[in-house]
Nanobody
Framework: QVHLVESGGGLVQAGGSLKLSCAAS????????MNWFRQAPGKQRDLVAT???????NYADSVKGRFTISRDNAKNTVYLQMNSLAPEDTAVYYC???????????WGQGTQVTVSS
């Protein structure tokens, strides 16, 4: 069983920065990809950023140039550096891991990010 634990959320003013962390109970190098999703109240959960096992990254258009996903394999941790935050970035942010072969998804419990104007 894989456990993902997010941290680093909080309240920040518009234009500020936060860095989210996702600590995995297992070796993250064993996952096909690790992702950050977010879900605002009343909206669907959307993909924000992806980092693959090979290190490739991809971002939603809304966060390109502002957010950076990275990982530290030695610490089994994935990060999301968020800069130039705006009120529309307010959401619960979820870490997600996808396994090879079966593409099983694992989710963290989420961390709240609130950006005030």
């Amino acid at each position: 069983q894989v456990h993902l634990v997010e941290s680093g959320g909080g309240l920040v003013q518009a234009g500020g920065s936060l860095k989210l962390s996702c600590a995995a109970s297992g070796n993250i190098f064993g996952f096909k990809a690790m992702n950050w999703f977010r879900q605002a109240p009343g909206k669907q959960r959307d993909l924000v950023a992806t980092i693959t096992n090979g290190g490739s990254t991809n971002y939603a258009d809304s966060v390109k140039g502002r957010f950076t996903i990275s990982r530290d394999n030695a610490k089994n941790t994935v990060y999301l550096q968020m800069n130039s935050l705006a009120p529309e970035d307010t959401a619960v942010y979820y870490c997600n891991a996808v396994t090879f072969i079966t593409s099983t998804n694992y989710w963290g419990q989420g961390t709240q990010v609130t950006v005030s104007s």
